[in-house]
């Protein structure tokens, strides 16, 4: 096989790839729960949260996606930083330990369920707290990832003006929705505004998580004006960002 005129572009691409990888799965695991839950096939009924779905026909769709998420990320070779909150080695092995543990420690069900087989075979109330626990620190790294580490090293060409749409902009609105988020699904869940907050607020969160990391894997294209708005690069083809 003859080999890559510049081997650096591979590694690039990889990266890219596995970006775009963690977040097509953070957006479509909700839609994939909640559109399997109206067809009859499945005997799922629309759960009021994600976590839920862990006891349904469809839990091997919420724990097989989030244990990918979970080693993926694992997998994804970050930035060292000496600071925590920027260091993206730490916090995508803190997020993919985390994605494994909210797969399989199963939050506290609100009914009696019969017959489900879990990790750790004892029925204590508290193991769902470890639950909520992971998945605060699941998102708490999602948001950091996007506002401290996606938006270190950008270029900034001086005859290209910042737009709108530039990507920092894109990272920190996203990890600053995602901590709003998740600030309201505990609101939510004490005024009980209606039946489905937390499943709604839950997918937002997955949502910008996963705008987040397409973004970051160049998913919509980094050439033409488009790219250019975003990534502030006449020709982002062969450079050396990771």
Known sequence: ??????PG????????????????LGIALPVLLVVFSFIPFFKT??????????????????????????????????????????????????????????ALIPVTPEFEVENILTLIPYD???????????????FGSFALLAINVFTIGQNEPEDIPVSTINENHIY????IAIIILMILVPVSEMLKLFRYS?????????????AAWLI???????????????????????????
């Open 198 to 210: 937390t499943l709604i607020l839950e997918s937002l969160a997955l949502f910008f998580f996963g």
């Open 172 to 175: 920190r609105f996203c990890g």
């Open 1 to 6: 096989m003859k080999p890559s005129a510049n």
């Open 45 to 102: 009924e629309v759960q009021t949260s994600i976590s839920d779905y862990y006891y349904t026909n469809l839990r091997d769709i919420f724990t097989g996606t989030l244990a990918a998420v979970g080693l993926f990320m694992i997998s994804y070779k970050g930035h060292w930083n000496e600071s925590l909150l920027k260091n993206d080695q730490l916090l995508t092995n803190v997020a993919g330990i985390m994605a494994v543990g909210v």
């Open 124 to 138: 204590f109330s508290w193991l769902g707290w470890f639950h909520y626990g992971f998945a605060a620190l699941l």
């Open 216 to 242: 970051k894997g160049r998913a919509l294209g980094d050439r033409g004006k488009l790219g250019e708005k975003i990534y502030r690069e006449h020709n982002a083809e062969g450079t050396e960002e990771q």
């Open 9 to 24: 572009n591979n590694d690039i691409f990889t990266y890219r790839r596995l970006r775009r990888a963690i977040g097509y």
